[in-house]
């Protein structure tokens, strides 16, 4: 191996490092506020990656119909939960975000694809697709667990998993899809060529960082959603609602999942099964930073890329293994380092 | 009235454990119930604020409350809990600033300065986390907090609990202060003689009744409770 070998090796593990950072951010979000170790997470990557390929295809995404009967089953197990105090506002803000919602995007994304839109339109489309399913998977699943142990949560995550990669399948089919390349060329760094593509993938990932680090230090909402994931009850004693607080943040996991999905669409072909492994090895990045910090999972993900990196070249056969490898010394360390029985 | 409790019955399941309840209290004015262990002091608390369900009426400002803790809260009353349930890991000025979550940032500013003026203490300490306080200074920062929400009737749990005596004291007399600005109190303790020391009236809970009531000096001065809850200290 030369020198410009590794160098290829360490830009293709710092592109994919960097896309497994936000995963592994988003999934630090969300177990910081709802406790929930979100495996899914990968399936919002292939969604978001299906839908924006789709819509490079000329066809009509399958996940828009998704969005329409995921806010109808959102709605019905909110209309379940109102049952005892249903208030005629409640049930108006109801129909509105779990039904009136979906179906204005699903309009939209029918009404705007015979006239073929922009990259720009379409990514937009993507996100307004991706993102309310958050919110929506939240209140079918995780909400009415709230206040479930750790490993009911994971074990609904699961559940959640398992169900959207079926879902995924119906939806978008066996095939896989490749998105256009977003426009621009790159340029020449010595031997390496830097494509506009891996740049987005670059600055989004550092916006995405600075943005959470501004928003969980910064506003009061950010605040209050690091509250509820210190001390419910004081949550609830100040005037948070936690259901809200964890609403947000799993809309917010869908937004870094459908951005991710869209940043990798047109540089791999994703499957509707693609975004588990994917997901997984964001996992690997936010255990490493111990589940709880923004910068120490991005550093941990930028690594776990690059070993991927070098092992897909020394023994491409046994590349994933090497990387979930990974794993085993961390948590060792960490139970080690932690001592016993620290129960929340 | 400010509160009026009218024949309030809560239970944990199907055993109740607050039997028929019904208290008021005056606007400006501190109303302690005294009791042990288990007399279901803490669950009339958590009643009232709406943690937990009950039958019965609860009136505040002569409506009848809201059903959601943040309604309540929003309406203008305020649980300080027996376990305080700060926010640990973050900072005290964090833990201030959501306690006026539901007020303007305006609101937010104004009560800050307050609260800071009225505990100088927490002022030093505005970047420390809260879990690393003292147990004093965290019941500052408690009722900091509960401030912050700008309330009108404030639920104070056990705010002696695990503190030392000249502490304890130092935050009683915070509490008698609150009054002058207008806020009333129902004070829950078993530090009956503190209590009944800076309450208007007094109430004693046994096994979810309130077994003797009546102004708090002529309480203290009860043989019944005397003997119960104030002899040994009065030994």
Not at chain 1, 32 to 41: D, G, H, L, S, W
Not at chain 2, 117 to 144: D, H, I
Not at chain 2, 210 to 221: F, I, K, M, V
Request: proline share 4%.
């Amino acid at each position: 191996m030369d020198g410009t070998i590794l160098l290829f090796l360490l830009q293709d593990g710092l592109t994919n490092g960097a896309v497994y950072a936000l995963l592994g951010l988003a999934m630090v979000l969300v177990f910081a506020v709802t406790r929930v170790i979100f495996i899914p997470q990968g399936e919002f990557v292939a969604y978001g990656a299906l839908t924006l390929s789709m819509l490079d295809a000329g066809r009509f995404p399958g996940t828009a119909s998704l969005l329409v009967f995921a806010g109808a089953a959102a709605f019905l197990v909110e209309l379940w939960g109102l049952r005892h105090d249903l208030t005629a506002a409640r049930l108006l803000r109801a129909v509105a975000h779990y039904l009136l919602l979906p179906a204005l995007v699903w309009g939209a994304v029918w009404l705007l694809m015979p006239a073929a839109p922009g990259q720009f339109l379409k990514i937009l489309m993507t996100l307004a697709i991706v993102v309310p399913m958050g919110g929506y998977v939240y209140r079918i699943a995780f909400r009415p667990l709230a206040d479930a142990s750790v490993l009911v949560l994971l074990i609904a995550a699961v559940g959640v998993h398992l169900a959207m990669l079926g879902l995924g399948l119906v939806f978008f089919g066996a095939e896989g899809l490749r998105a256009d390349p977003v426009g621009g060329d790159g340029f020449e760094l010595g031997p390496l060529l830097v494509t506009a593509q891996s740049l987005a993938v670059y600055g989004v990932t550092l916006l995405v960082m600075i943005g959470l680090y501004l928003f969980f230090e910064r506003t009061l909402m950010g605040k209050a959603l690091r509250a509820t994931a210190i001390n419910r009850i004081g949550a609830r004693l100040v005037g948070i609602r936690t259901a809200l607080s964890g609403g947000i943040a799993f809309t917010l996991a869908a937004a870094i999942g459908g951005v991710s999905g869209i940043l990798i669409a047109p540089m791999t072909t994703v499957y509707y099964d693609t975004g588990f492994l994917i997901g997984l090895k964001g996992f690997v990045a936010a255990i490493i930073a111990g589940l709880a910090s923004f910068p120490g999972t991005v550093v941990a993900a930028l690594a776990v890329g690059i070993i991927e990196a070098l092992a897909s070249f020394f023994a491409s056969n046994f590349k994933e293994i090497v990387v979930f490898s990974l794993i085993i010394p961390v948590l060792l360390i960490r139970s080690l380092a932690s001592g016993p029985g620290e129960e929340e | 009235m400010i509160l009026d409790v009218r024949d309030l019955h809560v239970a944990y399941g199907r055993a109740e454990v607050v039997h028929g309840v019904s208290l008021g209290i005056a606007p400006g004015t501190i109303v302690t119930v005294i009791g042990a262990n288990g007399a279901g002091k803490t669950t009339l608390l958590n009643a009232v604020m709406g943690l937990h369900p009950s039958r019965g009426q609860v009136l505040f400002e002569g409506r009848p409350v809201p059903e959601s803790v943040e309604a309540r809260l929003a309406a203008g009353m305020c649980l300080v809990p027996e376990r305080r349930e700060l926010f640990a890991a973050m900072s005290v000025e964090d833990n201030l600033v959501l306690g006026g979550f539901l007020r303007s940032a305006d609101e937010r500013r104004e009560t800050l300065e307050e609260v800071y003026q009225r505990f100088p203490r927490l002022k030093e300490r505005y970047r420390q986390q809260a879990g690393t306080l003292s147990g004093g200074e965290r019941q500052m920062l408690a009722l900091g907090r509960a401030l912050m929400s700008r309330p009108r009737l404030l639920l104070l749990d056990e705010p002696s609990l695990g503190l030392a005596p000249r502490i304890v004291r130092d935050i009683l007399q915070i509490v008698a202060d609150l009054r002058r600005i207008g806020v009333s109190i129902l004070l829950v303790e078993q530090n009956a003689r503190a209590a009944l020391d800076v309450a208007d009236e007094g109430h004693v809970m046994e096994l979810g009744q309130l077994r003797h009531s009546g102004p708090a000096r002529e309480l203290a001065q009860n043989p019944a409770v005397i003997e119960t809850y104030l002899g040994f200290h009065a030994a």
